[in-house]
C-alpha cells in the first residue's frame, strides 16, 4: 500500500486553481488539507449513505467545502439540496422543500426520481428557535425521520403516514452561543460529527495570498512592486486580525466583538479593488490598507481604549510587513499641525 500525504495531493490540485477563469473573489476557492480531508469524509459517509454533521466556528470553511463537494457531485447517482435554517424557521417549511424533490414510489411511499439518491444540506442546523417547551420543529421533524425513515403528510387531514427513502442527510453547524441553540442529543447521535477548527496563521497567509497571486496575474502586475506590497498588506492584514482576536474579545458591553477569517477576506477584497493611481505608489497602498482595516475592525469597537489599542497594532504590523511608517505615508494628505496636535 502507498501512502500520500494530504500536502502532495494539495500540491497536485494547484495548477488548476492557477487555471481559472476571471472569477470574482467570493467565487475563488483555495483549498487546504484540511477541506481535502472535508471532502473525502463526504465521499465516503455520502456513498456509504450516513448521515454527517460538521461543527465549528464561523469562517473555518465548513459551507464552503461542501457546497464544493455538492457542485463537484456524481449527478447519476444524486440530486442535491440546500437548506439554511433560521431562527423562524418551521417544521412544515421543511418537509415541503424535502418532499418537493421527490416522488411518488408507491402509494404513501415518497423517494428521489431516477432510483438516485437525495443528498440534503442543512445549514446551521441549531438556528431553529426553541419553543416554550424545549423543542425544535424542525429538528424534530428530521430525528423523526432518522428514527422511523417516515413522517406523517402534513397536506392530509388525516394525518396518514409517508414513508421516505433515500436520502442522506449532511450538516453543518456553529458552537451553541450567541443565537445558536443547542441540539438535542437524540437528534445528533445519528450523524458521524466531524469537527473544524480554525485555521492557523499559515493556513491563512496561504488562502490569502493565492487569492492576490490571482489579482496579480489577472492586473497584469506580476514581478512588480505593486505585487510584492500586496503580498505584504495580506501578511499586515492577517497580523491585526489575529491581535484583534486575541485582544478584543466579547464582554457583555461589547458582545459584537466578534472576528472571523471573513473579516481578513474584507480587508483584502476592498485592497483589490484599487485604481491605477493607487498601483506604484507603497504610500498610497498604506493608506488605502489603513482605510479598510479601519473600515472593517475599528469601525466595530465602541471603546476609544480598545481604538488606540488596534491602531497601535495597525502601526506595528505596517512597520514590521509592509516596512513603512503609516505617519511618514499619512504626511503627504494631511497637514503637519494635525500630527502635532495628537
Known amino acids: 500500500m502507498l501512502w500520500i500525504s494530504w500536502k502532495d495531493v494539495l500540491n497536485r490540485q494547484e495548477g488548476r486553481f492557477l487555471q481559472q477563469d476571471d472569477l470574482p473573489q467570493k467565487e475563488i476557492i483555495v483549498n487546504t488539507t484540511e477541506m481535502l480531508k472535508q471532502k473525502h469524509l463526504l465521499t465516503m459517509f455520502t456513498e456509504a449513505a450516513k448521515p454527517l454533521l460538521f461543527v465549528g466556528a464561523t469562517g473555518t470553511g465548513k459551507t464552503v467545502a461542501i457546497s464544493q463537494f455538492l457542485r463537484e457531485l456524481n449527478r447519476d447517482k444524486f440530486d442535491n439540496l440546500t437548506i439554511c435554517f433560521s431562527a423562524k424557521s418551521t417544521a412544515n417549511f421543511t418537509q415541503k422543500q424535502i418532499q418537493d424533490k421527490l416522488e411518488k414510489k408507491k402509494r404513501r411511499h415518497l423517494g428521489p426520481a431516477n432510483n438516485k439518491k ?35 403528510d402534513y397536506t392530509d387531514k388525516g394525518n396518514q403516514l409517508q414513508k421516505i427513502s433515500d436520502i442522506v442527510f449532511v450538516a453543518a453547524m456553529c458552537p451553541p452561543a450567541g443565537g445558536k441553540n443547542p441540539v438535542t442529543p437524540r437528534f445528533t447521535h445519528h450523524f458521524n460529527i466531524v469537527t473544524s477548527s480554525a485555521f492557523d496563521k499559515h493556513v491563512m497567509s496561504r488562502i490569502f495570498c493565492r487569492i492576490i497571486d490571482y489579482h496579480i496575474r489577472r492586473e497584469g502586475i506580476i514581478g512588480t512592486d505593486t505585487a510584492k506590497t500586496l503580498k505584504e498588506v495580506v501578511e499586515a492584514s492577517i497580523d491585526v486580525f489575529l491581535f484583534a482576536q486575541l485582544n478584543l474579545r466579547p464582554t457583555p458591553a461589547k458582545s459584537h466583538y466578534l472576528f472571523n477569517l471573513r473579516d481578513v477576506s474584507r480587508v483584502v477584497h476592498g485592497i483589490q479593488m484599487m485604481n491605477v493611481f493607487v498601483h506604484g505608489s507603497k504610500q498610497k497602498m498604506v493608506r488605502l490598507w489603513v482605510h479598510e482595516c479601519a473600515r472593517v475592525f475599528s469601525d466595530r469597537l465602541n471603546d476609544e481604549a480598545d481604538v488606540a489599542k488596534l491602531f497601535d497594532q495597525m502601526y506595528n504590523s505596517c512597520r514590521d510587513f509592509i516596512k513603512e511608517d503609516i505617519f511618514t505615508c499619512f504626511r503627504a494628505v494631511i497637514p503637519d499641525a494635525m500630527f502635532a496636535e495628537n
Open 118 to 152: 437525495l443528498l440534503v444540506f442543512i445549514d446551521d442546523l441549531n438556528m431553529p428557535a426553541v419553543e416554550k417547551q424545549g423543542a425544535q420543529p424542525p429538528i424534530e421533524l428530521l430525528r423523526q425521520w432518522m428514527d422511523h425513515k417516515q413522517w406523517y
